[in-house]
Antibody, heavy 124, light 107 residues
Framework: EVQLVESGGDLVQPGGSLRLSCTASGFTFSDHFVEWVRQAPGKGLECVGRSRNKADSYNTEYAASVKGRFIISRDESKNSLYLQMNSLKIEDTGVYYC???????????????WGQGTLVTVSS | DTQMTQSPSSLSASVGDRVTITCRASQGISNHLAWFQQKPGKAPKSLIYAVSNLQSGVPSKFSGGGSGTDFTLTISSLQPEDSATYFCQQYNTYPLTFGGGTKVEIK
């Protein structure tokens, strides 16, 4: 069974830092792209950034809103993905989801499995 | 970035009704369009990818259609458990972007 479990969400002051973790099981972690998606309270969904798979050298990509502040990394030995969040802003508040992506027939990545999410609150 | 526009933003329908939600992309996205269902307090659930392919375990009452920039999600016979917010998403170019959501309620 595919599972993604996020952890690390907390209350943090503006300008602070936080690291989220996503631990995967039930599939070959290195074969898949994995995305961080966030949702502000009562709002829609926003892709924050992603880690490509091993075949793509685990390259990362980021949304403009977090580029230069957030860093995504992987630990293959722990089947884990991390989101290091620095210089946090109030508008970074929300639930952060870890999402697995798979390839469709045209080799584009679509989301298939979501974690349960972890809440990050940025407030003074 | 590719903007995704959903309509309506909310709807109310009766049990057994056929319901259709539309999603428009600001530029062509080929067939790289997905749909998600989210219930209050829960993580989104993946329903459809590549316009019309059902994710594993998703009932056949859900169907997707469209091409180019205009897409639809149809629920053939609305049931109480379908009360949720539905989001479309393009995965043609990064950053992947979502529509604003359609809240479906049961009358």
């Amino acid at each position: 069974e595919v599972q993604l479990v996020e952890s690390g969400g907390d209350l943090v002051q503006p300008g602070g830092s936080l690291r989220l973790s996503c631990t995967a099981s039930g599939f070959t972690f290195s074969d898949h792209f994995v995305e961080w998606v966030r949702q502000a309270p009562g709002k829609g969904l926003e892709c924050v950034g992603r880690s490509r798979n091993k075949a793509d050298s685990y390259n990362t990509e980021y949304a403009a809103s977090v580029k230069g502040r957030f860093i995504i990394s992987r630990d293959e030995s722990k089947n884990s993905l991390y989101l290091q969040m620095n210089s946090l802003k109030i508008e970074d508040t929300g639930v952060y989801y870890c999402v697995r992506a798979s390839f469709d027939s045209s080799h584009y990545c679509y989301f298939d499995y979501w974690g349960q999410g972890t809440l990050v609150t940025v407030s003074s | 970035d590719t903007q995704m526009t959903q309509s309506p933003s909310s709807l109310s329908a009766s049990v057994g009704d056929r319901v259709t939600i539309t999603c428009r992309a600001s530029q062509g996205i080929s067939n790289h369009l997905a749909w998600f269902q989210q219930k209050p307090g829960k993580a989104p659930k993946s329903l459809i990818y590549a316009v019309s392919n059902l994710q594993s375990g998703v009932p056949s009452k859900f169907s997707g259609g469209g091409s180019g920039t205009d897409f639809t999600l149809t629920i053939s016979s609305l049931q109480p458990e379908d009360s949720a917010t539905y989001f479309c998403q393009q995965y043609n170019t990064y950053p992947l972007t979502f529509g604003g959501g359609t809240k479906v309620e049961i009358k």
